[in-house]
């Protein structure tokens, strides 16, 4: 999980394992720290839990919490799929047309640059509680698949475009052997970003919906236990929507390199 | 200039004609003029360059040519061989980039025109391995582009042009971005490929030494405009060899190029 190779030298394996060991010593000394505080101090569990605490309700709720979960999570994938789908076709038509670019280009951008909070109580009036918050996932994920999948669609080698030229390739052809695979990093870009904002867009539409009853996501969880007092369980709930977006990262990150190793200069390793 | 024209003219009534450009010009959006008026025959299975200084407009020529842009007066035309097999492309184009599929292995590369006629499968894998023996590439049909080097890039840029069997082959100062020693070694491969194929070449080069030692004829074009300069036929014992590019013909003819380019470089300062 190396983000950037920073030196020229290559990093020993002593160096890599320095930077993997470090973030986990201070994530340990940090919460050694809070467990400490919260009991010489005698912090009440409704002001701030000690993680023990955090831990124990989330073993004790997981009932509740993965059920939450789950919904949140099923959520997201719907908002994460309906935005790939949507943005990648988006640009492709924007692709093949300009006066269609032209004409709908702004309207993308308009409903990227409005805050989704403040669209998610008009999508509840009109729409189904679950649709709703599906659409309001998809709205904040889609722009940057949309967005990084024109920009590549137009990052074509002129001469490869000029070749497929002389070669008489159809339209279809040119789209699948040159278009497609010259945007694919820049589409797996959008994706890995459009994850992280599907999760966000599910949660932002959660918290605007409030009142639900079973099988509502987590971030409803956290309201509902924000309303009780029951903090230990907003931690916990928190907790879990943390690693779920790490996971989702992780996962498109992964698929984007495996996908992209042999040839990419992004998914290349150092050495070459 | 114009003697030479006719002599050519007349071989033209025996051999039929490959490519043939009459009174081409073209001018580009933004007013630049960049070509003509251009004439330019050329017999089938002869090896010319195009010789003259950036932005001359021979890369130009050569697009015009590859139909890849209309000239903007005149006419462009190229003959194309019939019934061949393979649909519709006479011509291969190598460009001054590799410009090959980072995505995908050398064999699909090379095989990209013949995928985008739809041969069939089995065929198409016979003559791509064809292709690539015949740059010498025969090992690295598995590798990706970013593995190669340099030289090698280059010999598959080489072999997919040749793998529709083309008549014409179109090069677009193909092997400018190399080194010397590699440089030798594909000009040698290249004409050793010429005289196997018989293809027609029109080879765009800046470069007087490797215009001389590869071709038949060297076209020296004028600044831009481009125009022709002068018509230089080379002339010397076939096959050439390594011992063509000592000798003292070849000295003797790289000094008349040289001469016949030096009018077009005049006032060029940039350059």
């Not at chain 1, 789908?85 to 032209?102: D, H, M, R, T």
């Not at chain 1, 070749?163 to 695979?181: C, D, H, I, V, W």
């Not at chain 2, 010319?48 to 200084?53: A, F, T």
């Not at chain 2, 800046?206 to 002339?235: K, N």
Request: glycine residues 8%; aromatic residues 8%.
């Amino acid at each position: 999980m190396s983000a950037q190779s920073s030196a020229p030298a290559k990093p020993s394996a002593a160096q890599r394992a320095v930077r993997f060991v470090l973030p986990i010593i201070v994530f340990a000394a940090g919460l050694a720290a809070w467990e400490l505080v919260v009991r010489v101090k005698e912090v009440p569990p409704y002001v701030l839990p000690a993680p023990s605490a955090i831990f124990l309700t989330l073993i004790n709720d997981w009932a509740v919490l993965s059920q939450s979960l789950a919904t949140t999570l099923l959520t997201t994938l719907e908002g994460f799929v309906a935005a790939s789908i949507g943005g990648i076709a988006l640009a492709l038509l924007f692709n093949q047309s300009k006066w269609v670019e032209y004409s709908l280009f702004p309207y993308a951008v308009v409903l990227q640059v409005t805050p989704v909070i403040a669209i998610a109580p008009l999508l509840l009036i009109y729409l189904e509680q679950q649709t709703a918050v599906v659409v309001c996932a998809f709205i904040v994920a889609f722009f940057p698949v949309l967005s990084n999948t024109t920009l590549g669609l137009n990052s074509v080698d002129r001469n490869l475009a000029g070749l497929f030229q002389l070669y008489e390739a159809s339209g279809p052809q040119t789209l699948r052997f040159l278009k497609l695979p010259s945007a694919l990093p820049y589409i797996l870009g959008g994706l890995r970003i459009a994850g992280g904002l599907s999760l966000i867009g599910a949660v932002v539409a959660e918290i605007a919906a409030g009142t639900a009853g079973a099988g509502s996501g987590l971030a409803y969880r956290i309201a509902e236990s924000g309303y009780r007092l029951n903090i230990p369980r907003m931690f916990a709930a928190l907790l879990l929507l943390s690693l779920a977006g790490i996971v989702i990262y992780g996962l498109l990150a992964l698929i984007s390199h495996l996908v992209l190793r042999r040839w990419h200069e992004s998914a290349l390793g150092k050495e070459s | 200039m114009s003697d030479v024209k006719i002599s050519s003219g007349v071989e033209a009534g025996l051999t039929a004609l490959a490519v043939s450009l009459r009174d081409v010009t073209k001018t580009y959006d933004n007013g630049v003029m960049a070509l003509g008026p251009f004439d330019l025959a050329v017999r089938k299975g002869e090896f010319i360059s195009l010789l003259g200084p950036s932005g001359c407009g021979k890369s130009t020529a050569l697009r015009l040519i590859a139909g890849l842009g209309a000239p903007s007066s005149g006419t462009v035309r190229v003959s194309r061989h019939e019934g061949a097999a393979q649909p519709g492309h006479g011509i291969g184009f190598v460009f001054q980039e590799p410009t090959l599929m980072p995505w995908t292995s050398v064999r699909e590369n090379v095989r990209l025109p013949l995928k985008l006629a739809r041969v069939p499968k089995a065929e198409a894998r016979a003559r791509v391995d064809e292709a690539l023996a015949s740059v010498g590439l025969a090992e690295f049909t598995d590798a990706f582009p970013r593995e190669l080097s340099g030289g090698m890039k280059m010999r598959v840029s080489l072999a997919r042009a040749l793998v529709t069997d083309p008549d014409i082959l179109l090069m677009d100062e193909p092997f400018a971005a190399l080194d010397e020693i590699t440089r030798f070694r594909l000009n040698n491969d290249l004409l050793a490929l010429w005289r196997g194929l018989g293809k027609t070449v029109i080879f765009v080069t800046h470069s007087v030494f490797e215009s001389v030692y590869l071709s038949q004829r060297v076209v020296v074009m004028t600044a831009r405009p481009g125009r022709i300069q002068a018509d230089i036929r080379i002339e010397t014992v076939e096959p050439r060899g390594e011992e063509f590019r000592t000798s003292s013909a070849y000295a003797d003819y790289c000094r008349k190029v040289s001469a016949a380019l030096a009018p077009s470089y005049s006032g060029q300062s940039m350059l």
